[in-house]
């Protein structure tokens, strides 16, 4: 019996090649998250054991708000200078050099831009030497106030040489200085790992970048002979206190990537998400190719089980036809997983200003998952063709005709419970307080849904198949396409699915991000009175900024009522971090914002009424605020505002800005006297920022729709990601239509016989492709769009007002489903045409 299924499969060799084609996309994806994730995490591991390698002990405050890799990035608390001179005499320390090290120096390039950076930090330091790791390539450290020094990469990125005048961006506003040297690493290297670095003298840092001078963010300290950084690490820990902490230049680069393992492994599970999506639309693919099978296998069947064969070998034939189709498309997707991944980690590193990646490698766990995923996928696929053919008679070795389809009333209950069990599943995941089961229940819910639409799908495709098909109806091919393409509702309505799955997850995030757009930009009509906004496109970490001065100066300008900027940042409140906003008046900003507000003092803030609900607080309540600089300090609330009347949910003091992490403002508002046309300030606010180059000055309506079009690069990603699942749906249909002209091969001669030419021949395949792909798009586009509304009005709460369905999307959608049917067919179609009548008739 196992020499009869494989002789089969080798007599077989398209029928091999086009059951593991899913297969081989899914575990491609797969693998490759997994070997993107290994290589990057190893050059992680390689690039902080770099940076931190010339480090043996290094002393820092304790952040006095700690923050996950997630939520962005943890501002280092200042420690004083006297700190650095207790440190120069202990026991065991050769030297001891205060250092400030902070991201947010932002260099303007001989063309007028700001360098941006979309992972790699903007470094700005005190220049305190070379050491092992550095080496100057021209000019010499930075040694007044108006000098600097920058690395190797930045030079080149900015277009500067040593003598050329520098304008830089820090918590300050812009200030031009000398480049008097250029630097770069042992190796060749023009920076670790594509970080921009520029060095003042240790005073100018001090100010720039810390906001005060006699504060350093670390203590470099370096052993004396005979002292081990591990001994010396522990000989500070007393000496330094409660405070501060001593750690290892191995902590330290083992803490950094371990920091940023913890981003990798959120990616890692978005591409595995979306890896798990393509292999659910796979198992359709595989369920309909040996469902085919089955039944062109009828009389084969059959014979064996005439001369002995039991039910069980012919369900173990089957499925040993899946475990070498799954082995095979295992080992291929593997490696096509290893390909993906590297080039992924390639592009990782363009992006992230040419780190030098660590070797492409295959973890273990890639080639375990790629075999398990493999086999699993095509072994549970191919259960129910098994089954099915196990059922096969012997005396079917006699019929012509292979199996009766069979009727869909058990499907269609079944279809029913399990549509309704998904339905109830995401109804309380969405409507419900779930608490951490809430995610749980509504991915869970979305998949059983969508196999209860999968099983209700017959049911509906022989009359929806219909009426689609007699819009080609004009014609024989036509004709004969439309009824082959209504036939077989299973295979039908499984090829459909596939393709349904895909669309359907595209159209409802569609319809939830169109939603959230129009409510953004519907609830931004209604509360924002400003009529020209300050902002710029965040491209990195940090938001941009500007000089807070330019909001005196607009208000200035005739016909400007009120110019108010706000400050953000994340503080700690209660043991929770939560971000709050910070403005220089809280009465000007109200009067920006179209509101009545009074001016805060030093110790009181403003807070929403939902937050203030949430909170338990009311006014008069206190509440102590940690900020990232600052000290804690008490606050008491004075103010309560309904919501969206000013921006944030918590608005501190002006006080409270000098102890926020980023000291300019984000966002400025700008609100005009009556009947001033904004024409006739925005040049003039424009120019002002001529000196903030990250930032400018727009009306409303364009920063709204700025803001709003973000939600499109959502949705654009998703499609990409989505992209390798409805790969494989159309790869459905060609397999579908691939293996059907070889069922029908003795039906399509005899219609070559009577007369059906070559032409009219492949454009009734071609009817039938295009049938099935829109049906499986029109199913795709209706589920998602309820599926999308759903979870649209689920957040209710959470701002989405408004239920937008994107009919010009969703048109789209549907015409290219027919192109990719027009596409699906190419192959099938001219395979039929070219079939020899005689021996179409004569096959067996």
Do not use: C
């Not at 060799?13 to 693998?31: D, E, P, Y």
């Not at 004075?638 to 000098?658: D, V």
């Amino acid at each position: 019996m196992l020499r009869a299924t494989l002789k089969s499969l080798l007599a077989r060799k398209l029928r091999l090649i086009l059951s593991g084609l899913a297969v081989i996309l899914g575990v491609m994806f797969v693998s490759g998250a997994l070997v993107l994730t290994d290589t990057l995490n190893r050059t992680f591991d390689s690039i902080f054991a770099d940076a931190y390698a010339a480090t043996d002990v290094s002393v820092t405050a304790k952040p006095k708000v700690e923050v996950s890799e997630m939520e962005g990035e943890e501002v280092a608390a200042p420690l004083p200078a006297s700190l650095v001179e207790t440190i120069k005499n202990q026991p065991g320390v050769r030297s001891a050099t205060g250092r400030v090290d902070t991201d947010g120096a932002r260099v303007i390039g001989s063309d007028g831009k700001v360098l941006t950076s979309f992972g790699p930090p903007r470094i700005g330091s005190n220049w305190t030497g070379t050491d092992e790791l550095m080496e100057m390539r021209s000019g010499r450290g930075p040694e007044s106030a108006g000098e600097i020094a920058m690395n190797a990469t930045t030079a080149e990125l900015a277009g500067y040489q040593v003598g050329d005048r520098v304008a830089v961006l820090t918590q300050q506003p812009k200030r031009e200085f000398t480049l008097v040297g250029i630097w770069g690493y042992t190796g060749d290297r023009d920076s670790i790992s594509g970080v921009q670095e520029v060095a003042f003298t240790t005073p100018v840092a001090q100010e720039l970048m810390l906001g005060e001078k006699g504060v350093f963010t670390s203590v470099l300290v370096r052993t004396a002979d005979g002292v081990t950084p591990d001994e010396l690490r522990d000989r500070l820990a007393p000496v330094l206190g409660a405070d501060y902490e001593a750690k290892t230049g191995e902590q330290l680069a083992e803490e950094s990537s371990a920091s940023i393992k913890e981003g990798l492994g959120f990616f890692n599970q978005i591409l595995l998400g979306f890896a798990g999506i393509a292999l659910f639309v796979g198992i359709f693919l595989i369920l309909n190719t040996f469902s085919i099978v089955v039944a062109q296998r009828t009389k084969e069947l059959a014979l064996l089980r005439a001369i002995g064969a039991s039910r069980r070998q012919v369900i173990n034939s089957v499925l040993v036809e899946a475990i070498v189709v799954g082995l095979i498309a295992a080992v291929l997707g593997l490696a096509a997983g290893v390909g993906a991944g590297a080039g992924l980690a390639a592009l990782f590193s363009s992006m992230g200003g040419g780190m030098e990646l660590a070797s492409i490698g295959v973890p273990l766990s890639a080639v375990i998952s790629a075999f398990v995923v493999g086999l699993l996928v095509t072994v549970v696929a191919a259960v129910l063709p098994a089954l099915r053919a196990s059922r096969i008679a012997p005396v079917a070795a006699m019929q012509d005709v292979a199996i009766p389809d069979r009727p869909l009333t058990k499907i269609t209950v079944a279809g029913t419970v399990v549509t309704a069990l998904g339905a109830a599943g995401l109804g309380l995941g969405l409507f419900a307080d779930a608490g951490d089961a809430t995610l749980w229940l509504i991915l869970g819910g979305v998949l059983v849904t969508f196999v209860g639409i999968a099983l209700l799908t017959p049911l509906i495709s022989r009359p929806v198949v219909s009426l689609l098909g007699r819009l080609f109806s004009w014609s024989v091919p036509g004709r004969l396409g439309r009824l082959n393409s209504g036939r077989n509702p299973r295979r039908t309505a499984i090829t459909a699915a596939a393709l349904m799955v895909g669309i359907a997850l595209v159209t409802g995030v569609t319809v939830v991000m169109d939603s959230a757009k129009s409510s953004l930009k519907s609830e931004a009509a209604r509360i924002l009175k400003a009529q020209i906004m300050i902002s710029g496109d965040q491209g990195g970490p940090r938001p941009p900024t500007y000089d807070p001065a330019v909001l005196d100066k607009t208000e200035q300008i005739p016909g400007v009522r009120a110019a108010a900027g706000l400050y953000n940042d994340l503080v700690q409140i209660g043991g929770e971090r939560q971000y709050v906003a910070a403005t220089e008046d809280l009465a000007v900003l109200g009067q920006a914002y179209g509101t009545t507000a009074t001016t805060l003092k030093d110790d009181q803030i403003a807070v929403s009424k939902p937050e203030a609900t949430e909170q338990g607080w009311q006014i008069g309540s206190t509440v102590a605020i940690q900020t990232a600089r600052g000290d804690e300090r008490t606050y008491t609330v004075t103010h309560l505002f309904a919501e969206n009347e000013l921006p944030g949910s918590i608005l501190m003091p002006a006080a409270a800005i000098k102890g926020f992490g980023i000291t300019q403002p984000v966002l400025g508002f700008v609100r005009l006297d009556d009947g001033v046309p904004v024409s006739a300030v925005l040049p003039q606010v424009k120019a002002l920022l001529a000196d903030s180059p990250e930032v400018s000055a727009t009306d409303q309506q364009t920063f709204v729709d700025a803001q709003a079009a973000q939600f499109d690069q959502i949705i654009t990603m998703i499609q990409i990601l989505l992209g390798l699942a409805i790969l494989i749906a159309v790869l459905g249909v060609v397999n579908t239509l691939a293996l059907s002209v070889l069922e029908r091969t003795r039906e399509l001669g005899l219609l070559r016989a009577v007369g059906l030419g070559r032409a009219q021949t492949m454009r009734m395949v071609t009817v039938e492709a295009v049938v099935i792909s829109v049906f499986g798009a029109l199913l795709g586009v209706v589920v998602g769009a309820g599926m999308g509304s759903a979870v649209a009005r689920a957040l209710e709460n959470d701002g989405i007002t408004e239920i937008v369905l994107p009919w010009g999307r969703m048109g789209t959608y549907l015409g290219l489903a027919a192109l990719v049917g027009v596409i699906a067919a190419v192959a099938p179609a001219i395979r039929a045409a070219r079939l020899n009548v005689l021996g179409a008739i004569a096959h067996d």
